[in-house]
């Protein structure tokens, strides 16, 4: 019984001289293991098209309904749907419909138009970190610049007109801080995107709600909601 205590007391103070540990500073190394532990190096990048197009004299035609116009014809050149034209009164639609053909390629998805088709048109590709400072004093603070591009479009790529902001081999920037807090490394994306120039990302750096997502390493993965790098 005793022997039992013992090892119990030993684990628990092995346990206690761990979590007390200090934690290593933060280098540009540690801040690119931390967002690797998270990041894969290639994801999917997807496009939307409604999958039904309109426009009255209350709501007129814009210049999505043309891009998406354009993606119906590249996509029904392809085979990949058919498209139905109908008119009500003074409401012009189309109506796409996935052929067979497509079924394999094109999947379904919401959006702000309502149901839309839904396709790879090429991978973003992560490229690493650049700018890395550390916040003196504090050893375990700082920030850095996550930079990624968009590469290996697919056959869909030139067919969806509709994609917005991805252009090929055009790096992009987010800025990211790191800190250490309750024992485990976090990170905190502050703006998701921007565009690199020669002077850096231009960028807001303002933090919000809408554009800080939080992460810490030790958490278990989760699956991102609404499409994938869109």
């Known amino acids: 019984m005793r022997t039992r205590v013992s090892q119990g007391f030993a684990l628990l103070s092995a ?7 200090k934690p290593e500073p933060l280098t ?10 998270y990041m894969f190096q290639r994801e999917p990048v997807y496009a939307e098209v409604p999958q039904r197009i309109w426009w009255n004299a209350q709501n007129p035609k814009d210049d999505f309904d043309e891009k998406s116009l354009r993606t119906f014809q590249h996509l029904e050149k392809a085979g990949l749907i058919t498209v139905v034209n109908t008119s009500s009164g003074d409401t012009t639609s189309y109506t796409a419909k996935v052929t067979a053909k497509g079924f394999p390629i094109l999947g379904t998805s919401p959006s702000m138009r309502g149901p839309a088709l839904r396709g790879m048109i090429c991978h973003k590709v992560y490229d690493g970190i650049r700018n ?3 916040r003196p004093p504090q050893r375990t603070v700082g920030h850095a610049e996550r930079s990624c591009h968009s590469d290996d479009p697919t056959p869909l790529y030139p067919r969806f007109e509709t994609k917005m902001n991805k252009p090929l081999k055009k790096p992009f920037a987010s800025l990211v801080s790191f800190y250490y807090k309750d024992h485990q490394w976090h990170f905190d994306v502050t703006v998701p995107k921007a565009e690199v120039t020669s002077g850096g ?7 919000s709600p809408q554009t800080s997502r939080r992460f810490a390493t030790g958490a278990p993965r989760f699956s991102r909601v609404g499409p994938a790098s869109s």
């Open 132 to 134: 890395f400072q550390r």
């Open 28 to 37: 540009a190394a540690k801040a690119e293991q931390i967002l690797r532990s």
């Open 201 to 207: 990302p231009e960028r807001s750096t303002r933090r």
């Open 15 to 21: 346990t206690l001289l761990l979590a007390c540990q």
